[in-house]
């Protein structure tokens, strides 16, 4: 069932593989050069942009062997990025947490659960001894989606 109009007959936001490449001296490797209309990621999140392109196309089974060699991203969306808020020794202090690595997890099944139960599933995590839990990466806000 499709929600949405917007991406139903719409082949912008498909990836397109605009060139392929034989790897030299081998007879079943090559380099494919794909492309992704910028839309698809939401803008300042590296969260995103990396689940799409690396999570979700290496989680691909059809794929037996998948390197990413290189990915070139246009300025005007680099410029969305603002950096970290504050860095880890400022994260330390306000969680009082020292001399030792922080313990997270990302909250699980990423999609269909209520508030209720999302933030039960994060209240548990935290009483059990996490020091946080995080939306999975695929939950964000993409601007044909707003």
Do not use: H
Request: aromatic fraction near 12%.
């Amino acid at each position: 069932v499709v929600w949405t109009d917007l991406l139903t007959a719409c082949d912008l936001y498909r990836a397109k593989a605009y060139k392929v490449d034989a790897v030299p001296n081998t007879s079943d490797q090559y380099f494919a050069f794909i492309a992704y209309d910028i839309d698809l990621f939401e803008e300042g999140s590296i969260a995103n942009l990396t689940a799409s392109i690396i999570g979700n196309v290496f989680g691909f089974k059809a794929v037996k062997a998948l390197r990413l060699e290189d990915m070139r991203i246009p300025v005007a969306y680099l410029k969305t990025f603002q950096g970290p808020a504050t860095g880890i020794v400022s994260e330390r202090e306000r969680m009082d947490k020292f001399g030792r690595p922080f313990l997270g997890a990302t909250v699980k099944p990423k999609l269909g659960l209520s508030g209720k139960n999302y933030g039960r599933v994060v209240y548990e995590g935290l009483k059990g001894g996490l020091d946080f839990l995080k939306d999975d990466e695929n939950i964000n806000s993409q601007p044909f989606m707003r």
